[in-house]
């Protein structure tokens, strides 16, 4: 028995999200993610006969998209610079967990994360990530230096990820 094309669009609709961000830290560009992750869909339609059922399709989606990810960087001239085959192996089982959250969950788990911030970090925040803002034109928006603004960030960013690990936590010892 194989998976339909009616659980693929829907699983790849539910989860597009964490499929982005698994391509997003591999590729680091949203652009090229993008178009990685469209490749993944077409070629899991097209593969559907080799899909078991929905348990393993996201995990396939997963290898998929790591393997279209490397070709992409491969393919432009570069090497993953944060994210090398092994780093990968060893975060599956981050992602396996991952798996099992709704991505409202996460979302709400965000949400709640950025309304601990400060009122700066959370401008700092809408303005990288919801405007695009980057580099300079992020400082002059803030009125900060360049440097100041990435050690800001870096701080921002720090938080929010100790502010998500402690709901993975909670999580795993509710599950």
Sequence with gaps: M?????TIVRVLMRDRAKLLA???????????AEDV???????????????????T????????ARYKSLKALEKRGRRPVL???QLLDLMESQWQQADRLSTQEVHEALQGC??????????????????????RALAEAL??????????LTRTHSALARCMQHFHEEYRDDA
């Design 83 to 85: 994210m090398d085959g």
């Design 57 to 64: 399709l996201l995990p396939w989606l997963r290898v998929a």
């Design 143 to 152: 009125g900060r230096k360049v440097d100041t603004l990435y050690k800001l």
């Design 2 to 6: 194989s998976v339909d094309q009616q």
């Design 114 to 135: 950025l309304n601990k911030l400060t009122p700066h970090a959370r401008r700092l925040i809408e303005l990288r990530y919801g405007a695009g803002l980057k580099g």
């Design 22 to 32: 698994y391509i997003g830290a591999i590729v680091r560009d949203y652009h090229v």
């Design 37 to 55: 992750l469209q490749e993944v869909s077409a070629l899991a339609v097209e593969k559907q006969d080799q899909i078991h059922d929905e348990q």
